[in-house]
């Protein structure tokens, strides 16, 4: 048996990471102990047979059907996750169109009433849903990379779209400051693209 | 002939399954030995492998051709591997050590040679969890203390007081 409190030093030796001004104090050490010696030539052989052992071990069953089988479940799941992407940019894109046309609607329908006082609190408003919209672009753009391809380019045809709707409502809020039910419009087209931005930035980072 | 590895890689990368069952061909016994001395129990040895083998398939896009593809999947091989043992699955099923008790009770010479190998591999899967690692890694892979750490979630000095546990404990087992 080594001594005990050689062991880290002996292990250290073999391994070649002793300082150079420690190994001549093993050396002398190992010179006068024939069981730390015999210890020594122990590991030694424990390490040799390491480094012996065969690189490859054939598995006692082919795996081959069972990896098979899990990578076509996997790549149907994620068939299965495109379409549903897919069926959800179709919805988000038929909702932007009907914004826009209900927005076209309602201007040419609503009368013009007098000139009011934009309400105090709509600055602050749009100012978060801006806030909110910018931080979720910025987090998309980070990791567009994980989404496909096209679904990049649904989630870009769509949030243009929209934005499209935010500038043509927000320039008539500006001929029409006092109007409550435009300032309305205006904050529906923000929802729905800190929706459309949060919800792809979900998918972007599940992935 | 032996197919263009770098050709079989990039027809993977492509969705060829063909092509990947190829690789699997050619690298499943290298990983199964992997996950068997890492594990120690033939059942989770077959579990990472398969794990293995599907995480590269995965994660071939992320493959450029900077290092050898074996290199690669090994060290890919090696981080499954930890990651299930920090799940805890399956620790308790170390086959080789229950199925063959008997194993660590066959008396070895101390020649000073190599320690026969048949003997070391039970040995080695006798070892505790920690010990088994470290020394796989370290002695048999030839990883350094520092990637082990990483590897492993551990410290530099925890891999190497688990590494010379091992060594005393393999040094005893094979002088029994």
């Known amino acids: ?207 | 002939m032996a197919a263009d590895p770098t050709d079989l890689v990039h027809r993977a990368q492509q969705g060829d399954h063909a092509a990947f069952e190829v690789l699997y061909r050619q690298h499943a016994g290298r990983v199964y030995a992997l996950c068997l001395r890492l594990t120690g129990d033939p059942v989770a040895a077959e579990e990472r492998t398969q794990d293995a083998f599907v995480r590269a398939w995965e994660r071939l896009g992320s493959f450029r051709g900077e290092s050898a593809f074996a290199s690669w999947l090994h060290r890919l091989t090696v981080n499954v591997v930890f990651a299930a043992l920090r799940a805890g699955r399956r620790r308790a099923l170390r086959v080789v050590a229950t199925a063959e008790p008997d194993a660590l009770e066959q008396p070895t010479e101390d020649t000073g040679g190599p320690a026969p190998a048949l003997d070391l591999e039970r040995a080695v899967a006798a070892l505790p969890p920690g010990a088994r690692e470290v020394f796989v890694l370290h002695d048999v892979e030839g990883y350094r203390h520092e990637e082990i750490a990483h590897l492993a979630g551990i410290a530099v000095g925890t891999s190497k007081a688990q590494l010379f546990r091992a060594r005393r404990l393999l040094r005893e087992a094979l002088n029994r």
């Open chain 1, 1 to 207: 048996m080594m001594c005990p409190d050689r062991e880290a030093e002996l292990n250290a030796y073999l391994d070649g990471t002793l300082p150079a001004a420690d190994q001549a104090a093993v050396d002398a050490h190992l010179a006068q102990c024939a069981e730390c010696r015999a210890a020594l030539a122990q590991l030694r052989a424990v390490m040799a047979g390491a480094r012996t052992l065969p690189p490859s071990i054939a598995p006692p069953h082919d795996l081959w059907g069972a990896i098979a089988r899990r990578i076509a479940q996997r790549e149907a799941r994620g068939r299965r996750r495109w379409w549903r992407e897919r069926t959800f940019w179709a919805g988000a894109l038929a909702a932007a169109a009907t914004l826009l046309i209900a927005f076209g609607l309602y201007r040419g329908a609503t009368t013009r009433l007098p000139e009011q006082r934009a309400r105090p609190g709509w600055v602050a408003i749009e100012a978060d849903y801006e806030q909110a919209a910018a931080d979720l672009a910025r987090t998309l753009a980070a990791e567009r990379g994980r989404l496909r391809p096209e679904t990049v380019a649904l989630v870009e045809r769509n949030l243009r779209l929209i934005d499209a709707a935010i500038q043509e409502s927000r320039a008539a809020l500006a001929r029409d400051p006092g109007n409550a039910e435009l300032g309305q419009l205006v904050a529906a087209a923000y929802r729905q693209k800190v929706e459309l931005l949060r919800w792809a930035t979900r998918v972007a980072t599940a992935t």
